[in-house]
């Protein structure tokens, strides 16, 4: 498989301490991985993510703060994301949304402050946004509607009925790991009918591995099996597919081939 795309991962994830540079600097591509957006979710990995994007050629980065990192920020971390994003590889604000499974680590109130504030940062910087979504359907809806940024739904677990009302919005929507589970049909469903110019795949590394490798650290190489299942479901041929999710990837965040 060629022209694959990680459309999101976390490659400065300290699970990658021990052959991250032997991956990235040549395993991947040889096995056809052409682009990657590493995405941080706290202002360390904002600036880890920054250094792969200058060691790596095919490596862009988003910054932001994930909802679970919301809670304790220091009062300039909004100055530190917008100084991050002023870097020529930073193509998106992200990891940023609304989590309300982890509550205890992030009160709601906080959350949604802090992305309010991201929102206006990639309206003010003309960005897009890489939204997280986890049990906040309705809320994240709301704000994406209040302050209209483009940007890419990643990891999407919802209904073909979710996946509606963020298209309506504009959104591409990114599927990783969990469309291949046994027991997700209406993921699968959701997956089927996204129109084929707003799909994308994606990781997530090093989290959700999709079967058959499921329980192992997750790498760029392996959203070829998201491809495989996609494709699969769609009755496409997988390297159409591939390459199809490529130009998508570099349509949402505005990267130049």
Not at 26 to 35: A, D, I, R, S, Y
Not at 106 to 129: D, H, I, S, T
Request: net charge negative; proline share 6%; glycine share 6%.
């Amino acid at each position: 498989m060629r022209n694959i795309f990680d459309s999101h991962a976390h490659y400065d994830s300290e699970q990658f301490d021990s052959d991250r540079e032997q991956l990235l600097g040549w395993v991947l591509p040889e096995q056809g991985v052409v682009g990657i957006v590493n995405m941080a979710a706290d202002l360390q990995s904002c600036q880890t993510t920054l250094e792969l994007t200058r060691r790596y050629d095919y490596i862009c980065g988003a910054t932001g703060v994930h909802p679970e990192e919301a809670r304790e920020l220091p009062e300039d971390w909004l100055s530190q994301v917008r100084r991050y994003l002023q870097e020529p590889k930073m193509v998106a604000v992200g990891e940023i949304g609304l989590d309300y499974h982890w509550l205890d680590a992030c009160p709601k109130e906080r959350q949604q402050e802090v992305f309010a504030a991201q929102l206006e940062l990639a309206q003010e910087l003309a960005l897009p946004v890489v939204v997280h979504d986890r049990e906040a359907h309705g809320d994240t809806v709301e704000f994406l509607r209040k302050y209209r940024p483009r940007g890419v739904v990643h990891c999407f677990s919802g209904s073909w009925e979710i996946a509606k009302e963020y298209l309506k919005l504009g959104y591409f929507i990114s599927f990783a790991g969990p469309v291949t589970f046994k027991k997700a049909p209406k993921l699968q469903e959701a997956a089927v009918n996204v129109p084929l110019d707003r799909i994308l795949i994606e990781t997530d590394s090093p989290y959700l591995s999709p079967e058959p490798v499921r329980g192992r650290r997750n790498e760029p190489t392996n959203v070829r099996y998201v491809a495989e299942k996609i494709a699969a479901l769609r009755e496409i041929p997988l390297e159409a597919f591939a390459q199809i999710t490529m130009q998508n990837a570099l349509n949402a965040y505005s990267i130049k081939e």
